[in-house]
């Protein structure tokens, strides 16, 4: 359908890492600039003590990586469909419902957009992954519907959804001159989703596709699960994860796992986790290692650790190694990491991606050799071995690499103009 005049509504992917805000006119990029000129918007909440402010996006982050005192909310995505998402959390002293923290940072997403578009966005169609909670239909659709209630919240009249990988494949479409069976393989911060769909210029000027997805499907792990695994496997032994008590008993894991999860890591800041790990320390074989998890409370540096761990996670994707900092809480240590850690820390999550990908072709109908093209996009794609295997399945295919980090949201305001038109 050309587009003589900009689309009605707008398309939004509130990404567990990075959100992006598409909207189709003429003459003008679809992805609106976020923060900075750029289209991506980090999904990031940081309460500012000192300055008794809140910031988004790249702000927070450099605020909270410059040492202001403050909270820092991340991956807030996967809150959704969570028990989590209806408690409530102490920010500077108040109290703060997990809903709350959702619609401000949305809220702020359709504010920038806004901004930027010099025009009001009352229709919207919301990306949403083929699973917000596996193997349970009942907390997926409360999810959807959690997402809908605060796009409502911050003032839209009217939403709609569309699974990720089907916007991805949207905005593949444009660029082709034939038809393909396709897999659509969305690997994000917090979800691997995959569509095998059948695209083509012809075909993207009907209204309703449905016969063209041919299969869905997904699994919840995304980047930030492969961040976790990586932190618990190499970097949290140097704080006594896995060490063992003087009695022979281990240590108490539970610590370890709250700081190797973005959404968990304020957990280990409790007054009450300060006590029991000074107690832990007097009778800790490895006295060092709870020395640097003190420190490390003390400091107040899970979050910086933590980011830490996803930009080793991110170099290891181009070379075999990676040196990861510990200076905020261990002075003038490091650790250095390798591409073979990071995959035998991953393969478990690596397998349970394969066998969602693997499900999809019977349910397509199809042998492998039907496929035509893998289109990879989502953050987490750029992982070698998840590529690697993913490809491995599917061998005749060619690969083909979208905006990993666009493709969705551009996917978005291309199906946003198809259903609310001009």
Request: charged share 25%.
């Amino acid at each position: 359908m050309p587009h003589f005049s900009p689309a009605r509504a707008c398309g939004i992917d509130f990404g567990t890492s990075n959100s992006t805000v598409g909207w189709q006119r003429p003459g003008h990029p679809t992805l609106l600039p976020l923060e900075d000129g750029k289209p991506t918007l980090p999904s990031v909440v940081f309460f500012n003590a000192e300055e008794d402010s809140v910031s988004f996006g790249r702000a927070g982050l450099r605020e909270y990586l410059d040492g202001y005192e403050g909270r820092l909310m991340r991956s807030l995505k996967s809150l959704l469909g969570s028990s989590l998402i209806d408690g409530r959390t102490d920010v500077q002293g108040k109290v703060i419902g997990f809903r709350d923290l959702l619609t401000q940072f949305i809220g702020n997403l359709k504010t920038r957009a806004e901004a930027q578009g010099e025009r009001s966005f009352d229709h919207a169609v919301l990306g949403r992954p083929v699973f917000f909670v596996d193997d349970d239909s009942s907390a997926d659709r409360l999810a959807e519907e959690t997402l809908a209630d605060i796009a409502r919240r911050i003032g839209f009249k009217e939403v709609s959804f569309q699974y990720e990988p089907i916007a991805a494949a949207f905005h593949y479409e444009t660029t082709l001159a034939h038809e393909e069976t396709v897999l659509i393989a969305d690997i994000g911060g917090g979800t691997s989703d995959f569509s095998i769909v059948r695209l083509s210029p012809q075909r993207s000027k009907m209204a309703d596709r449905a016969s063209d997805v041919l299969a869905n499907g997904g699994v919840h792990i995304g980047g930030t699960d492969f961040d976790r695994q990586l932190s618990l496997a190499a970097v949290m032994p140097l704080l006594g994860h896995r060490s063992q008590l003087k009695n022979g008993r281990d240590m108490p894991a539970s610590i370890y796992f709250n700081l190797a999860t973005w959404h968990t890591i304020n957990f280990a800041y409790a007054r009450q986790v300060w006590v029991e790990q000074q107690r832990l320390a007097i009778d800790a074989a490895e006295p060092e290692c709870i020395e640097r998890l003190l420190a490390l409370i003390r400091e107040r540096a899970g979050h910086w650790l933590a980011h830490q761990v996803e930009q080793a996670k991110i170099a290891l994707s181009d070379d075999a190694t990676a040196s990861l900092p510990l200076e905020r809480f261990a002075p003038g240590e490091q650790k250095l990491l390798t591409r073979i850690e990071f995959d035998l820390a991953t393969e478990m999550l690596v397998e349970k991606v394969e066998t969602a990908v693997t499900r999809l072709l019977p349910e397509a109908g199809l042998a492998a050799n039907r496929i035509d093209t893998i289109f990879f996009t989502g953050g987490s794609s750029g992982i070698p071995q998840l590529r690697q295997r993913i490809a491995a399945l599917l061998p005749q295919a060619r690969a083909v690499e979208g905006d990993l980090f666009g493709s969705i949201g551009a996917g978005l305001a291309v199906d946003a103009a198809r259903r609310y038109g001009n």
